[in-house]
């Protein structure tokens, strides 16, 4: 099953981030940079995994608890970003940049109209 776009703005754009980073943490992990391609993995997927997840809340509190958690996941994958980028070891995409930026705006909007 693969996967069929929502309509949900940010379960989309949390879905196709995810996928955005997979690619880029191979890259990571050719460079030998195994280390940093994994907390980057782990942190950048779980934002679409905590969204999807918050998708089937079963109250107003666990829903926004969810998102709070993606919302933590989406700057700690800015944080993995910015060590990337400050050390000069690999190219960072400004797309990725962007489209984690983007992501923490809709989060912090959600949340606090939620």
Same mark, same amino acid.
């Given at each position: ?37 994994? =907390?980057? $993995?782990?942190?950048?997927?779980? @934002? ?5 997840? &918050?998708?089937?809340?079963? /109250? ?33 995409? =400004?797309? $990725?940049?962007?489209?984690?930026? @983007? ?5 912090? &909007?959600?949340?606090?109209? /939620?």
């Amino acid at each position: 099953m693969s996967f069929k776009e929502s309509g949900n703005a940010i379960v989309d754009k949390s879905f196709y981030f995810a996928c955005d980073i997979v690619i880029y943490a191979e890259e990571l992990k050719q460079k030998r940079f195994f280390e940093i391609a994994n =907390q980057l $993995l782990k942190s950048g997927t779980s @934002v679409g995994a905590n969204v999807r997840e &918050s998708q089937r809340g079963v /109250s107003t509190k666990d829903f926004k608890n969810k998102l709070g958690i993606a919302l933590k996941e989406a700057d700690e994958t800015s944080f993995w970003l910015d060590v990337i980028e400050e050390t000069k070891i690999y190219e960072v995409p =400004q797309k $990725l940049r962007e489209d984690c930026e @983007v992501l923490i705006r809709l989060l912090v &909007s959600i949340i606090k109209n /939620s």
